[in-house]
């Protein structure tokens, strides 16, 4: 099972640990991104490549695959408008081994942070906007997965 | 011709989401197009000036800059990514 | 917020999972075991020592807290008799850092498996029983995160 | 008296949850008293003859078996844990 989807829509986590502990694997890891509030954030716009966010995630997904023995993964990434509060990302894995749901989980994350073609804008409460700056930190941990410096 | 898409404030700078222009000489890179493109001066001198802040992908794949655009059919421009 | 249960009875994933996502911390990490069938088993029996596992999970969770700057955490684990399918464990833990939420919940459940006093019956379809028997790995995965060999 | 509570196949081995026994001389370890038992013969031979499987627990925390009993109230006695 591999489930990828990139929309505008919050989704339903439960039903998406449902699926995945459905495939009788023994271990589900999953990670939820969740919009931080604070210093006066109102929303967080997030602006994609559509042409290229679905390739680009299913690659990533393909690759976890290859990589550990999981029977199941699922990745959810939202768009637009998003206010504190509000759900982000998803991804969510299964496995028969616990160590190798916990680590695609991670290394999905990282990867999502680093090469999925996503940018923030903060909107704040007296008007100010500004994009989000890329963290080096997770530009070298993404790097990190494959043994590079 | 070569179609560029740009994204965040590479897109807010240029104001422009995408546009056509005429295919560069052969060998040019993607690095040789930014610098000519951010020639233009105004919005493409901001968003375009400083090649490190960038980031580029062709034909929906990610690339240095010093990639030959070759027969590419869509060159983005924008910063790091900030997903997840 | 800490969270410990240990029950006979299951656990709704998705309310823990709020009560997590609510804390605002941005990123919710959460693993969940099932009972994995095959080889014709068709329950396992829980059983453990109740004067110490509610202590001893307790003990884990504040040295979570303590190790990682966690907003919560949540750690349900059931006894008794449980088919295929059935959730056994459940960690969930909350962060400002994704690392941080996904560390804590591998640290956790790696401690539940070799520190918590629980014991697995398997109860197979033509009447066979069995204890399983702890595995080396999870001693030393266990002991790997206080750097010891 | 010294409350012993056994689980998993040390409890069915031995067919009791839990017993009293006099309390040990000073200085007794856990592995004394296991040794004391498993001379018993049958269940409590098969349980705990081997002591390298048992695993053991003074007052609810987990200690080897060469701890010294003390002044301990509960003592238990079980195989490797196998939860989560």
Known sequence: ?149 | MLTIVYFAWVRERIGLDEEQVARPELGATVADLVAGLAARGGGYAEALGDATRLRAALDQRFVGLDTVIGDARELALFPPVTGG
């Open chain 1, 1 to 149: 099972m591999k489930r990828v989807a990139v929309q505008a829509g919050d989704f339903d986590v439960a039903a998406e640990l449902a699926a995945l502990e459905a495939l009788g694997g023994g271990g589900v890891a999953s990670f939820t991104g969740v919009v931080r509030g604070g210093g006066g954030l109102i929303a967080l716009e997030l602006e994609h490549y559509p042409a290229m966010t679905k390739v680009q995630v299913d690659r990533i997904c393909d690759e976890a695959m290859a990589r550990w023995p999981l029977l199941g993964l699922s990745v959810i990434h939202r768009f637009g408008r998003l206010e504190p509060g509000a759900r982000i990302v998803f991804v969510g894995t299964a496995s028969r081994h616990r160590t190798a749901a916990l680590e695609s989980c991670a290394f999905l994350i990282d990867w999502l942070k680093s090469e999925a073609p996503f940018w923030k804008k903060e909107h704040f409460a007296d008007g100010a906007t500004g994009w989000v700056e890329a963290r080096v930190e997770d530009e070298v941990k993404a790097k990190g997965w494959n043994g590079q410096d």
